[in-house]
Every structure is written in C-alpha cells, then in structure tokens.
C-alpha cells in the first residue's frame, strides 16, 4: 500500500514550519545575542534574566582537601564528597549516595524537609573513612546545587522565589536557601557548612572547568534546558558594585525563556496554550527533552485524524493522552535501521496500541527527525548567540582560540541525532574554519564536583 495521501501535505507544511534554514539560524544566534545583552543592561530588561551567580572563582586545579556537595533539583537528592590532591593527584577519591526524599516531606514545613536533609548529611558524612581524610578543627563545607527560582545575594547566599516541580513547602520562600540549611545542620551539630549556592549549570560549568581551561559555556539539555557562560564583569552594566578583583564572573543566562524568532508550529502553540506556564519557556518548549514527544505526538494525532495515517480516521484512543509519547521513544525509533522498522512498529504498538504499515512507520520516523532537527539546530545557533556575545564584547579573543563549550543531560547525552544538529547548525553558521575551535563536549555528570569545586574555591580556609 502506498503512504496516505492524507499524510503528504501535513507532513510538507510541518517540514516548512520546521525549517531552520541558514538565515533563520542566524537571526536565532543574533537575537540571542541581543537579548544577553538585555538582560545584562538591567534586571528585567529582557526575556532572559542573565543572573549573576556571584561565582568568580573559577577552579584551578590545585584544589585540595575533603569537600562535599549536595544537589537537590527534584524528589532525589545527591551527596557526595571528593578527596582533592591539587594538580599532582587530582580527584584522589569520590563517593556519593542519592536519597529520595518522602512524599510527604514535599508538603511539609521549610524546617521539617531541612532537617531531613541535614540528618542525610550527617549520616553521610559519618561514613567518612579510606581516602578521605580532613584536615584537623575545620568545618566541613559544601557546595550546593540548588535547582529552583532563587534571587542569589552572594556566592553562599540566595533567596528562594518560589518552589516548583512539585514541591510545596511552606515557608522557604523569601527565605535564604543557604540560612534554612545551616541552622539544620547547626541543630543537629553537624560541624558542616555550605561555601557556595550555584544552579547545575554553572556547577557543571565548574566541573568541566577543572579538567580544561578553555571551558567558557555549559549546557544543559535534559527535561529542561539552561545555559551559563564566564563574562567579564566590565561587560555586566548592572553589576551592582565591584564585589571582587575577578575580571570574570559566571552569568546564568536562564535561556529557556528565549523566544525571539522561532520557527514554530500549530503544535507548538497548542501545546503551549495547555501547559501549566503559557507563554513562558519557549525556547525550553521547543528544544528540551520534555517536550520533543509531545510535540511529535500533537503532529500524529492530527495526521491520524485528518490525513489517516493509521487507516481511515482512526485515532488510537492511547495517542490522545499528553505526553504518553517521550523523547526516549522517539529518539529509539530514530535509530530504527531494520528494513521493516520493527522498532518503530512496536513503539507505536506500545505506546499507541496501534498496528501500522511500512508507510506509517516511515512517516513517524520522518516527523521524529522533523521536530529533532529543528531542537538541536536551534540549540546549536543558542550556542552561537552567547558565543557570538561573547567574541563582540571580548575584543575577539573566543573565535580566535580554542573554546570549549561543556554539555551534560539525558537528551544531549542519549540522542545521537539530536547532537549531531547541534554541531551542523554550529558548523553552518560559523564555517569550517572557526568551527573548528569551538569544541562542543559531553561533560558527564561534572555538575556533582563541580559543585565541590566551587566549596573548595570559595572555601572560608584560603
Ligand atoms: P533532568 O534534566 O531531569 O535533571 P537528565 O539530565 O537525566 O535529568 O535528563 C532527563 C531527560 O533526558 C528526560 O526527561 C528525557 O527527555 C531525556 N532523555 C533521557 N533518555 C533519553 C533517550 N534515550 N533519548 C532521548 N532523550 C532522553
């Protein structure tokens, strides 16, 4: 049977509002330069809110010593504590636990879930032994990487805006996040301290930093997606006063929120209207890994519906539900070689209850790859527009030298296609020759010593 003729004119006209032709990634990179430069000019003076980390101390290298990490962004947490030798020995020892946090605890009091936390910490630390070793009368201190709205007031201080993914806490907003925790850990005795608040970018910024000093961007492309870069503080208008001798400081660009000239969709729009947050994260929406199914799964129930993709009108009754489709799915049909698509086949049939022919699954693998491309070649010219950013306020010192730009997440790290759009639109738009020193690397799970690292550079002992 051939493909439903139904099928070929919703499939074209989402390839045409897909397409992220050179031009349109260009605008892309330049927009976003453009917003950076917004955002840094004065709070609120663009979509992207470019907040300050108040991390100016970047790693060296010649860290050393015992130092811990916590990273709390959803219903676990991560502990961890690194042994560092300086440039010699380098990370000695690692150890880190993850610890689910009760149900309960997500709708109990700021202290109650601080407390749990804390005594975490100190049985944690109780198993300290082998290769850790600290050194006599200090305090243990902590690097903590904390992924909700905060307004940070200082490297080891930040006020919680609000909490999201879930969580309902009472009593933690407008609070200091650092304050909450050190007076737990303070009531159980626990001789530890927190030396530095960051997000998980810029603690991945960090980790990667440490292996490679031409580390200047991380990203991160998992659930969600987000971006921090190491800009100099002449560059920062509303730096409010110069707070140290560092002529660089990190910048959280929060570039999810991005939405200045998009290629977007039918699709897009619906699904935006119906989420919990419309309007906002559009940029996030249209490139991260929550989305990338839903948005392939808007586009199959209308050509179900309207073009018969699966016979007739048919509409699998299991397609209807949002997100029942996600990125991992669509990403395994991608990579689908078989010559019946026998992979593809039972993704639909899993997913969607449903049984297609050849036409079907070659359809669905198209619109996969629609919806992928347009993601990874929109996150490459993202990459573009802070390094393009960076290059015109630096008198040219990014495009002239090797720049490493440090990725981490599940989409950026599973999805082979996804990652090779990225570096085709880079390529693209930069040319082979200076694309040639921009170095787009997987930093793997960097973000938990990082955050280390940030202890250890911010320590209260040096
Ligand atoms: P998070 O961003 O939630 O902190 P991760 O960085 O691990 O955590 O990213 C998880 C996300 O990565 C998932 O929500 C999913 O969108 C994406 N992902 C995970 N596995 C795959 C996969 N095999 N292919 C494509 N995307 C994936």
Sequence with gaps: ?????????????????????????????????????????????????????????????????????????????????????????????????????????????????????????????????????????????????????????????????????????????????????????ERRGLGMQVSALVNDTVATLAGARYWDNDVMVAVILGTGTNACYVERVDAIPKLPKRMSNSPVTIVNTEWGAFSNGLPLTEFDREMDAESINPGEQIFEKTISGMYLGEIVRRVLVKMAKVGGLFGGGYVPEKLVTPFVLRTPDICAMQQDTSRDLEAVESVLYDIAGVKSDLNARKTVVDICDTIAKRGGRLAGAGIVGILQKMEEDSKSVVFGKRTVVAMDGGLYEHYPQYREYIQEAVTELLGSEISKNVVIEHSKDGSGIGAALLAAANSKYE
């Design 1 to 185: 049977s051939g493909v439903s003729l139904g099928v070929v004119p919703i499939l074209t006209k989402l390839q045409k509002d897909c397409a992220t032709p050179l031009p349109v990634l260009r605008h892309v990179a330049d927009a976003m330069a453009v917003d950076m430069r917004a955002g840094l000019a004065v709070d609120g003076g663009s979509d992207l809110k470019m907040i300050l980390s108040y991390v100016d101390t970047l790693p060296t290298g010649n860290e050393k010593g015992l130092f811990y990490a916590l990273d709390l962004g959803g219903t676990n947490f991560r502990v961890l504590r690194v042994q560092l030798g300086g440039k010699e020995e380098r990370v000695i020892a690692t150890e880190f636990e993850q610890v689910s946090i009760p149900q309960e605890l997500m709708f109990a009091t700021s202290e109650e879930l601080f407390d749990f936390i804390a005594s975490e910490l100190g049985k944690f630390s109780q198993s300290e032994g082998g290769k850790f070793e600290m050194q006599q009368g200090r305090t243990r201190e902590i690097g903590f990487t904390f992924s909700f709205p905060v307004k940070q007031t200082s490297v080891k201080s930040g006020i919680l805006i609000k909490w999201t993914k879930g969580f309902a806490v009472s009593g933690t907003a407008g609070k200091d996040v650092v304050a909450c925790l050190n007076e737990a850990m």
